[in-house]
């Protein structure tokens, strides 16, 4: 009995962990710093360096579980973004220099 306690308690701690963490909020970009955002039912990347916006569109979950979302400035895919699926870090394909920078999420 006391092991169900444990596992239970152990399962309900990492669940909440887990679906706590929220896409929205800011990061670390490489050097470049980002927020995304929600807005009118869409989220959106502000690149601080420059202020640029771009759209993110969901396009699928990796077999890991990583959450793959497409960057969009004025009609033209620009990125790639693949999300740990806690939203902690992940790794950023930049289409116009061909370079990947790594995500971290600040706290």
């Known amino acids: 009995m006391i092991k ?14 887990t679906y706590s963490q929220s896409f929205t909020g800011d990061y670390n970009l490489g050097d470049d710093k ?3 955002t929600l ?5 959106y990347v502000v690149h ?11 396009e699928e979950n ?6 793959i979302w497409l960057e969009w400035q ?4 620009v990125g790639t973004y ?7 870090k992940g790794i950023y394909t930049d289409y116009k220099s061909g370079q990947e920078s ?4 600040r706290d």
């Open 34 to 36: 980002i927020s995304i």
């Open 39 to 43: 807005d009118d039912n869409s989220y």
């Open 82 to 88: 693949v999300f740990k699926s806690d939203y902690s």
């Open 62 to 67: 990796t077999p890991e579980n990583d959450q």
């Open 74 to 77: 004025n009609g033209k895919q």
């Open 4 to 17: 169900i306690l444990i596992l239970a308690f152990a399962i309900m701690f990492t669940a909440g962990k």
């Open 102 to 105: 790594y995500i971290k999420k």
């Open 48 to 58: 601080e360096t420059g202020g640029i916006k771009g759209k993110l569109q969901y």
